[in-house]
């Protein structure tokens, strides 16, 4: 991989752009979801002549855009020769404009087109002349580029963990966006649920005289359920299971997480143990979504 440099700091009250090109099948198209899902304002081969035109409109929008990534690739055609103009003009406008290209091995281009089984926008006979009809057409927008980033060698999810590195704030990267749901089996199992949870097997509130009315957010139901070893061992496994597998989740780029534990009913034991690993994730820093999705059916 190519060394990058720092970052550039926007203009003031200016828009910050990062214009994403590359060789086709370096991964630009996978680079501008990330720009997506990092809050970034996303645009897909506008007319490179058009970016002044959009940096205005953008300006004045009242979704109060401040963030943009362009993607600009071959398939410009006359209008990548504006490319360079048209970034000129941007600066001239006091935006901060970086251009971020991705380009990779001739071998590993040649496996992504056998893989995928895409046609290469500039082969006219095979994938490799293709690629070097195309090193050649992008040949000056390289040496211009901001940021060279070789993705030969990186999976998806590395690469979305280098941009979120270079391009977020510490302070501002995602997290795993985490939610914890209690629902009844006999009402059906969240169809959002990634993780599922039976607690069916502990001894069940419903069956004792004053507790069938409450739920698992009262005292009474959550001293009875956690009153039994089973009940106290298996909370302790779930925590240890979660601590182990959100972490990884979060590595690999997940960007949500739902865990659904569920009873017969949806009303004391999935309820219970729902609260009772609320706070436990708050501590582990996942600040949870909490819905008890059937606590209030009869």
Do not use: W
């Amino acid at each position: 991989m190519t060394p990058v440099p720092p970052s550039r700091p926007a203009a003031a009250n200016g828009l910050e752009f990062v214009v994403i090109t590359g060789m086709s099948g370096a991964g630009k198209s996978y680079a501008i979801k990330c720009f997506e899902d990092m809050g970034y304002f996303c645009v897909d081969n506008l007319p490179t002549t058009l970016m002044p035109t959009f940096a205005d409109l953008a300006s004045r929008s009242m979704q109060q855009i401040r963030r943009v990534a362009l993607g600009v690739d071959v398939r410009e055609g006359e209008y990548l020769s504006h490319l360079l103009d048209a970034i000129s003009e941007l600066k001239g406008r006091r935006h901060s404009v970086e251009v971020l290209f991705l380009e990779a091995s001739d071998e590993a281009l040649v496996r992504r087109y056998h893989e995928t089984r895409r046609r290469h926008p500039l082969a006219e006979g095979n994938v490799l002349e293709g690629i070097g009809a195309e090193r050649k057409a992008m040949a000056n927008l390289r040496e211009v580029a901001d940021r060279i980033i070789d993705t030969s060698s990186l999976t998806v999810h590395q690469l979305k963990a280098l941009l979120i590195d270079l391009y977020v704030a510490p302070k501002e990267r995602p997290g795993l966006a985490t939610s914890l749901v209690s629902f009844g089996f006999k009402h059906g199992i969240p169809f959002d649920a990634d993780l599922v949870f039976d607690v069916r097997f502990l001894p069940n509130p419903h069956f004792v005289e004053g507790l069938r009315p409450l739920d698992g957010r009262h005292a009474d139901v959550r001293d009875f359920i956690f009153k039994h070893d089973e009940s106290r061992e298996f909370l302790g496994l779930l925590k240890q299971l979660l601590a182990f597998l959100l972490p990884c989740y979060q590595r690999e780029g997940k960007a949500y997480l739902t865990v659904a534990i569920g009873c017969t009913g949806g009303r004391h034991r999935s309820v219970a143990f729902v609260e009772a690993l609320r706070g436990y994730l708050d501590d582990l820093g996942f600040a949870p979504t909490v819905v008890h999705r059937d606590a209030e059916r009869e």
